[in-house]
């Protein structure tokens, strides 16, 4: 018998007066992979969900292992810096020598019992990555390098750099800051020039504008 409206609307009212029965009219009108589709769903989601946390878990190792690598090129680099000071800070002064743990430390404990520097600005000074002394080629005057060597130069080497040189000027010598790597950023390359740094850029060295050294 063909089923009409009415008795189509009938129906309606019903189910709507008896939820119970929903479940079941279910069951009979949809086929078994449209009930499934709801437990299918949540399934799905709950893989998706945990594909994301791996994927999360996966790029923080990345960047983990990005950082470490960076960082044992930066250290392999500073080794090369400090074993071939000449052949690097040859080209900014003369008879350059890179100071050892002791001389620096007697350079730096000397000017701290003077009075000339705090503690803070003493652990500061011993965290420079290299103090290069040297003489100025146009008249022979004693001059220091502060550098910063990292693989990558970014601004905080840059500012580093500066901070640091500009506060062992203060034991009354002439201070130049230098940063050194394999690559420069291009806002490191800006704050070296306004910060009157020099750069060492793949064994290429890139004075500030005007280059002039500290008289």
Request: glycine share 6%; hydrophobic share 45%; charged share 25%.
């Given at each position: 018998m063909p089923f009409t409206a009415d008795e189509f609307h009938d129906l309606v009212r019903l189910v709507e007066a008896h939820p119970?029965?929903?479940?079941?009219?279910?069951?009979?009108?949809?086929?078994?992979e449209l009930l499934a589709l709801p437990e299918q769903v949540g399934v799905l989601t709950e893989q998706m969900t945990t594909l994301t946390i791996q994927v999360t878990a996966l790029a923080r190792s990345v960047q983990t292992l990005t950082d470490d690598v960076g960082d044992l090129k930066g250290r392999s680099l500073e080794a090369d810096y400090h074993t071939k000071g000449p052949t690097y800070f040859g080209r900014l002064i003369r008879r350059p020598h890179v100071l050892t743990s002791d001389e620096?430390?007697?350079?730096?404990?000397?000017?701290?019992?003077?009075?000339?520097?705090?503690?803070?600005?003493?652990?500061?000074?011993?965290?420079?990555d290299l103090v290069v002394r040297g003489r100025r080629a146009m008249d022979g005057t004693q001059v220091y390098l502060v550098v910063e060597v990292s693989w990558g130069v970014g601004p905080y080497d840059v500012e580093r750099a500066a901070r640091r040189a500009?506060?062992?000027?203060?034991?009354?010598?002439?201070?130049i800051?230098?940063?050194?790597?394999?690559?420069l950023t291009a806002e490191a390359g800006r704050l070296?020039?306004?910060?009157?740094?020099?750069?060492?850029?793949?064994?290429h060295v890139i004075p500030p504008e005007p280059a002039a050294f500290p008289s």
């Amino acid at each position: 018998m063909p089923f009409t409206a009415d008795e189509f609307h009938d129906l309606v009212r019903l189910v709507e007066a008896h939820p119970e029965w929903r479940a079941e009219l279910r069951r009979l009108v949809l086929t078994d992979e449209l009930l499934a589709l709801p437990e299918q769903v949540g399934v799905l989601t709950e893989q998706m969900t945990t594909l994301t946390i791996q994927v999360t878990a996966l790029a923080r190792s990345v960047q983990t292992l990005t950082d470490d690598v960076g960082d044992l090129k930066g250290r392999s680099l500073e080794a090369d810096y400090h074993t071939k000071g000449p052949t690097y800070f040859g080209r900014l002064i003369r008879r350059p020598h890179v100071l050892t743990s002791d001389e620096l430390v007697t350079l730096l404990e000397d000017a701290r019992e003077h009075g000339i520097f705090s503690d803070p600005e003493v652990q500061e000074l011993y965290n420079a990555d290299l103090v290069v002394r040297g003489r100025r080629a146009m008249d022979g005057t004693q001059v220091y390098l502060v550098v910063e060597v990292s693989w990558g130069v970014g601004p905080y080497d840059v500012e580093r750099a500066a901070r640091r040189a500009a506060l062992l000027a203060r034991i009354g010598v002439a201070v130049i800051p230098v940063v050194a790597g394999e690559r420069l950023t291009a806002e490191a390359g800006r704050l070296a020039q306004q910060h009157k740094v020099w750069q060492i850029t793949a064994g290429h060295v890139i004075p500030p504008e005007p280059a002039a050294f500290p008289s």
